[in-house]
């Protein structure tokens, strides 16, 4: 057997031939209060289940702990020295509790979250909201970009939870769907498409110069899979709200998110152009790398979502 190997069966037997923290903490109760009863009610079990586990405990170690007689319980020899190695065990078990109390706590102080245009500007400001009243304390900074970038930053370690707009869940992450969106064919009223008594078939959308989202953006994935390849854009604009503005201004028709358009489309500042043959429709996820399930205040972000 090589020397790892024997020290791995050292290890794993270590955990049958010493005494659980359970049983230590109550074998010190019982030096300090000199009796089995009290030292039970102190640690919260009952009288038969605390001797039930002192004799558990001295059948392990093959020696006698603790002598019981009608006036109290007092430590053997041998249970006084068990105790001393006790004290120091549970004052180890309690730093290292302190310890990972310490991690917790550093971990739930801040959040940091990366989303891509449209969830960060028309989704995360209620859900962050709502985190803000759970979680008062918890500093959070939030990263807008496209879904490339949410990605990037997720795999890099720069951000704890991500969301996405794309087609497809980029490699090295896993998803959950938080949402689902629609994507609309828009106008200033001037355009000549606000007129059109026709639908707007998918190769006449596919051969007109748009303005768009720049590559890397879910909105342009989702549009380019859709019709198989784009006419040159008109514009090419890093996020939701430029190409909306343009837009609005009369720049050239846009293809938006419905999420972010319903205030222009009531004002008619904005028209929708239906389509004839499509819908596309896109699934918003909550991201986070691959066998990191979100802990602490992203997982309470994620389930906020889903409220």
């Not at 230590?24 to 039970?40: D, F, K, M, N, W």
């Not at 059948?59 to 020899?77: I, K, N």
């Not at 828009?186 to 303005?211: F, M, Q, Y």
């Not at 028709?253 to 239906?274: D, K, T």
């Amino acid at each position: 057997m090589s020397e790892a190997s024997e020290s791995e069966g050292r290890r794993a037997d270590l955990a049958h031939r010493v005494p659980d923290l359970g049983a230590l903490e109550l074998l010190l109760a019982v030096a300090r209060l000199g009796s089995l009863g009290a030292a039970a009610r102190e640690v919260g079990i009952t009288q038969p289940a605390a001797s039930s586990r002192i004799r558990s405990m001295e059948r392990q170690l093959g020696v006698a702990l603790v002598d019981r007689s009608p006036r109290g319980s007092r430590l053997t020899d041998a249970g006084a020295l068990v105790t001393d190695w006790a004290r120091r065990v549970v004052e180890a078990a309690e730093a290292f509790d302190a310890g990972a109390q310490a991690l917790r706590d550093r971990r739930d102080s801040r959040l940091r979250v990366a989303a891509s245009m449209t969830i960060a500007e028309y989704l995360l400001p209620g859900w962050l909201l709502a985190l803000r009243a759970a979680r008062p304390d918890t500093a959070v900074s939030l990263l807008a970009g496209n879904s490339a970038a949410v990605a990037e930053r997720l795999l890099s370690g720069e951000a704890d939870l991500g969301f996405v707009e794309g087609l497809t869940v980029p490699a090295g992450l896993d998803s959950a769907v938080v949402a689902h969106d629609r994507l609309i064919v828009v106008t200033a009223p001037t355009h000549p498409w606000a007129r059109r008594r026709r639908p707007l078939t998918a190769d006449e959308l596919a051969a007109t110069p748009l303005i768009l989202r720049e590559r890397g953006s879910g909105t342009r994935q989702v549009l380019d899979a859709a019709l198989g390849g784009l006419a040159r854009p008109l514009i090419e604009l890093s996020s939701t709200t430029a190409v909306k503005s343009s837009a609005v201004g009369g720049a050239g028709p846009a293809v938006l998110s419905e999420l972010a358009v319903g205030e222009e489309l009531g004002m008619r500042r904005l028209v929708s152009i239906p389509l004839a043959d499509m819908t596309l429709a896109r699934k918003l996820r909550a991201v986070w790398p691959t066998g990191h399930r979100p802990t602490g205040p992203a997982r309470e972000l994620l389930s906020l979502t889903r409220g």
